[in-house]
């Protein structure tokens, strides 16, 4: 343990060098390595959670540099994985980073999560969130979920039998959303707070966004928090079904 690295968390009562194992030996998977994973990624790294995996299929277009603050001019063409991977090893060498340049799918996406004891929905479709939401409801792993909106963003925490799920908040549909607006800072704030509810997660310690969810507007400054309950007829997480 780099002590010197990490000690202005080791001096938190809450934390200590116990607190800092914990970090050490946790696994983190952030799907999505744009707007909401560059903020997570560079925070986790920073804390130091032991294995990071990044999962993205997608490359480094100039467009993305308005918020995706992982990434920069000279790489664009790369893999944001890829990308993401040399920047966190140079910000802290002593983490293990895996990258998965893929999509992530029914097939696919068991073989992946099972290794890990987080996972943080760092994406911009439907699809993939319900994905998500379903398999870490069956497999028993917590899911940081977190979504934007032009000045707006949402952030809740999923464990079965703890609070709702995704698909308890929002049902599933098979509508196209229309792809929103998204000021670049408001990215920053979800994913800020996405990576605490992991080291909350990871340490044991302070209440998680579980039954509740945080909603931030930047446009007025406001953070509000408010009541979510489970869904008796949800057919992803009910005991019901």
């Given at each position: ?91 802290n060498p002593e983490i293990n980073i895996i990258t998965y340049e893929i999509q992530l799918d ?12 987080i996972v943080i929905a760092a994406v911009d479709n439907l699809e993939t969130r319900y994905l ?110």
């Open positions: 343990m780099d002590k010197e690295r990490y000690h202005r968390q080791l001096i938190i009562p809450e934390f200590g060098e116990a607190g800092q194992a914990k970090l050490t030996n946790a696994k983190a998977l952030i799907v999505g390595v744009g707007g909401l994973g560059s903020p997570v990624a560079f925070y986790l790294a920073a804390a130091g959670i032991g294995t990071i995996g990044l999962l993205d299929k997608d490359i480094i277009d100039v467009s993305n540099l308005q918020r995706q603050i992982l990434h920069s001019t000279s790489r664009l063409g790369t893999a944001k994985v890829k990308s993401g991977e040399q920047v966190l090893k140079d910000l029914d097939k696919n996406i068991r073989q992946i999560i099972e290794g890990f004891d998500l939401n379903r398999v870490c409801i069956k497999m028993g792993i917590a899911l940081v979920e977190g979504g934007v909106f032009n000045w707006d963003g949402t952030v809740h925490t999923i464990i079965k039998g703890q609070g709702p799920c995704y698909n308890c908040l929002y049902p599933e549909v098979k509508t196209t959303p229309r792809v929103p607006g998204v000021i670049g800072p408001i990215v920053g704030l979800v994913g800020s707070f996405q990576a605490m509810e992991v080291i909350k997660f990871v340490l044991g310690k302070g209440e998680l966004l579980t039954d509740r969810m945080l909603l931030i507007d930047g446009f007025n400054s406001a953070v509000t928090e408010i009541k979510v309950k489970i869904n008796d007829q949800c057919p992803v997480c009910s005991n019901k079904n």
